[in-house]
């Protein structure tokens, strides 16, 4: 991609997460003050962009790339987690897909 959407409104927050939590990974609620990984079909809050001794720093708007899973179309789509990375969904949060290629997907959480 000769663009770059990086750095577009970036909001990191810290959460107290389990440790399957690992940087890139999608990840949602389990608690108060608390994220777990989002397994597939999972509504996501953002992506792991951190990770240290049960801590992880989440970034919860901005834009991300992730993996994809099917069909991801340009435009607002529903987003999901799947086993590894996004995919779309039928239900949830209404996200901006600004690039997609065969393996990735570009989007403003």
Do not use: H, P, W
Request: hydrophobic share 40%; with cysteine; proline share 0%.
């Amino acid at each position: 991609m000769n663009i770059s959407f990086a750095g577009y409104k970036e909001n990191v927050l810290t959460f107290e997460c389990t440790n399957t939590v690992k940087k890139g990974d999608l990840v949602k609620m389990s608690a108060s003050g608390k994220v777990t990984k989002a397994a597939a079909n999972d509504g996501f809050i953002g992506v792991c962009v951190g990770e240290n001794d049960g801590y992880a720093a989440v970034q919860l708007d901005g834009y991300v790339e992730a993996a994809k899973s099917g069909t991801v179309n340009v435009g607002y789509n529903k987003l999901a987690a799947a086993s590894s990375g996004v995919k779309t969904a039928e239900s949830g949060i209404d996200r901006l897909v600004v690039y997609t290629d065969d393996s990735t997907v570009g989007f403003i959480l």
